[in-house]
């Protein structure tokens, strides 16, 4: 398989497992790029994307644009506190003025779910979901994929934990879908408050004690509370959330196994994870960071690549 095959990239859930194989392996050849004196490709000369961010980033951003200026592309930024969005411009309104502007990919960030599945049905360009609301992070789940099959050569087989706010987080549920496939068993941990309703239906285990997860798990996916999409109180104070479910060293040093740490940033130091656990050998959370820009290097030329069939 040399194309993918699907148009977008709006969520996990679309991906068959060979589009993601296929992803994969593509991003394993771009980190080779990424380590050669000129890092530059002309893969997407003529390309022109557009990167939508109607919520905040950081790594997601500016990940993107340097996997698509290594890719030779033409870039194009908006971010809506600075655009006409606040004169009341509506979405598909914003878009079609962008794309009169002659843009192929539009790469969008946008804080309500359904957001790019939405604009791919109205709009005439190829769309890549770089988080919508709390639905699903694709490109954060492939870059996680990436990193624990660079560590471990497989995911099938692994055990992998995620702990925290699993209800507000749409790299969770893109996790979950793309470990599966993977090949992997994964648990979702964390105080009940914080777990959707239907996460049973996900074949997920469940958890509600950290100690018991991480002596699972070969690998843990550390979340941040989204304080930010939470409207009502989930559990009583920080305080007693760090108690039970941050990860600090004397935890991480008394299990029985030496287990990967991973997070998908940004971290809130001292709540889900200590300064100690996230600096230390454990920890992959800067690989993450780097294999993002090769990850999404990989999709950008694997979805371009559709459309010269
Ligand atoms: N992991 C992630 O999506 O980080 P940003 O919100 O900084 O893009």
């Known amino acids: ?144 994929a990436f990193s624990i099959q660079e560590k471990f050569g497989d995911v099938k087989g692994l055990k992998v934990a995620i702990v925290g706010d699993i ?7 893109s996790n979950i879908l793309c470990l599966q496939k993977l090949g992997a068993e994964v648990m979702v941990c964390g105080p009940s408050t914080l777990l959707p309703k239907h996460i049973n ?5 469940v958890s509600n004690n950290l100690r018991e997860a991480l002596e699972w798990c070969d690998v843990a996916n550390m979340l941040r509370i989204q304080l930010e999409r939470q409207d009502i109180r989930y559990f009583p104070s920080l305080r007693e959330y760090i108690q039970l479910f941050g990860l600090n060293m004397e935890i991480l040093s008394s299990l029985s196994k030496k287990i990967t740490i ?21 920890s992959i959370i800067l690989s993450q960071v780097e294999n993002g820009v090769a990850v999404r290097m990989a999709v950008l030329y694997l979805l371009a690549g559709r459309t010269a069939e």
Do not use: C, W
């Open 1 to 144: 398989m040399t194309t993918l095959s699907t148009k977008h990239l709006l969520g996990i859930k679309d991906l068959k497992l060979d589009d993601i194989r296929l992803i994969l392996s593509t991003a394993a050849n771009f980190k080779e790029v990424l380590s050669r004196p000129i890092k530059k490709v002309p893969s997407l000369r003529d390309v022109t994307i557009a990167n939508l961010f109607f919520e905040n980033s950081t790594r997601t951003r500016l990940s993107f644009e340097l996997a698509e200026r290594r890719l030779s592309a033409d870039v194009i930024n908006f971010t809506a506190s600075s655009s006409s969005v606040s004169k009341g411009e509506t979405l598909i309104d914003t878009v079609n003025n962008i794309l009169a502007m002659k843009v192929d990919i539009i790469v969008m960030r946008h804080p309500n779910a359904g957001a790019a599945e939405f604009l791919s049905r109205y709009v005439n360009a190829q769309i890549v979901n770089a988080g919508d609301g709390p639905h699903e992070h694709p490109t954060q789940a492939l870059l996680d």
């Open 167 to 173: 209800l507000h987080s749409r790299v969770a549920l």
């Open 201 to 205: 239906s996900l074949g997920v285990k």
């Open 262 to 282: 991973m997070h998908p940033g940004p971290i809130n130091r001292g709540v889900e994870i200590t300064s100690e656990v996230a600096d230390s050998d454990q």
